[in-house]
């Protein structure tokens, strides 16, 4: 399948970042290069875009796109690593960094890539197409470890059920497929809840963020690019639902906190001072006519920080 996915916050998410025509720029989360290209229009000859992903159909698309623009360098690896790919190109500081976090349209709907349970195909939710699969991992894992992945990532609140349904189901033999899993969780919740939205979607979206490590990479990524940002460089980070949106607007709050004395302390004694400051002080979400054009982007979620 080509690599066609529709960027979600578009405009809003290049506009924040403010780009200077000279300036050095990061898109950690390539996917089909669309933020991508959008950052290149407003670059001059002499500014430079890192384009970083770690889904290798990713790479292939983007590679191809932008094969004949000098000014674009494609990096397949984790946006985490961010701060050292720089590095290896020479760069010790960037002008602006966006994320756009979580799983892309062309991942969703491939079927063999396993990320949904719409299509019946093999468990893997894999973005690296590498490492443990979602199926080793519904198979592996004790009962009480599938619970907390459950409730933790995909705020479940049946995860007790669910993980004790897949457990009792696996020891008739390994459960391999979207439908498999996606039947096991439909018959462990009741059936009141089975009218509000697919009972599957959470679990998937646990499982996902289990199998790609998302939570830690997004830690990761979001203190590597605040040690890339060059003054007044700016990070743009769109989010898909709270567990990601809660860390990045819990970091940019500290990056953004003075000091942290007690009130009743007369002087300063903590030196604490604002290492930058909020661009967005509300989250930008997608327009009607963008909701209209592209369903998913119903729960994105735009924040935007700038460092001094």
Not at 251 to 268: Q, R, Y
Request: neutral net charge; contains cysteine; aromatic residues 6%.
């Amino acid at each position: 399948m080509e690599f066609s996915h529709i960027p979600v916050l578009l405009h809003e998410a290049v506009d924040a970042l403010n780009i200077r025509p000279d300036g050095v720029y990061i898109d950690g989360t390539a996917g089909g290069g669309g933020h991508s290209a959008e950052i290149l229009k407003n670059l001059g000859p002499d500014g430079r875009l890192i384009s970083i992903d770690q889904d290798p159909t990713a790479i292939d698309a983007v590679t191809k796109r932008f094969q004949n623009d000098n000014r674009c360098v494609i990096v397949q690896s984790n946006f985490s690593r961010m701060e050292e790919i720089a590095k290896d190109l020479g760069i010790d500081s960037v002008n602006g960094i966006l994320l756009d976090i979580g799983v892309s349209s062309v991942q969703l709907d491939t079927p063999e890539r396993g990320f949904s349970f719409h299509y019946d195909a093999p468990l893997d939710m894999r973005m690296s197409q590498s490492g443990k699969t979602a199926a080793d991992l519904v198979n592996e894992l004790s009962y009480k470890e599938l619970a907390r992945i459950i409730s933790l990532y995909g705020e479940e609140k049946f995860a007790s059920s669910i993980a004790s349904h897949i457990v009792k189901e696996r020891e008739k033999g390994r459960i391999e497929t979207t439908l498999h899993l996606a039947e096991i969780i439909k018959a462990s919740v009741p059936a009141a809840k089975r009218r509000d939205g697919h009972p599957a979607r959470k679990t998937f979206q646990a499982l996902r963020i289990a199998v790609n490590g998302e939570l830690d990479v997004l830690e990761k990524g979001l203190d590597a690019a605040f040690s890339l940002l060059a003054s007044k460089g700016r990070l743009a980070v769109i989010t898909f639902h709270s567990l990601e949106d809660r860390i990045t607007k819990q970091k940019m709050a500290s990056w953004c906190t003075g000091c942290t004395c007690p009130k009743d302390f007369p002087v300063c004694v903590c030196g604490n001072k604002p290492k930058g400051r909020l661009i967005l002080r509300k989250p930008v979400e997608a327009s009607v006519e963008e909701l209209d054009k592209n369903p998913r982007s119903r729960s994105a979620k735009l924040r935007c920080f700038e460092k001094m």
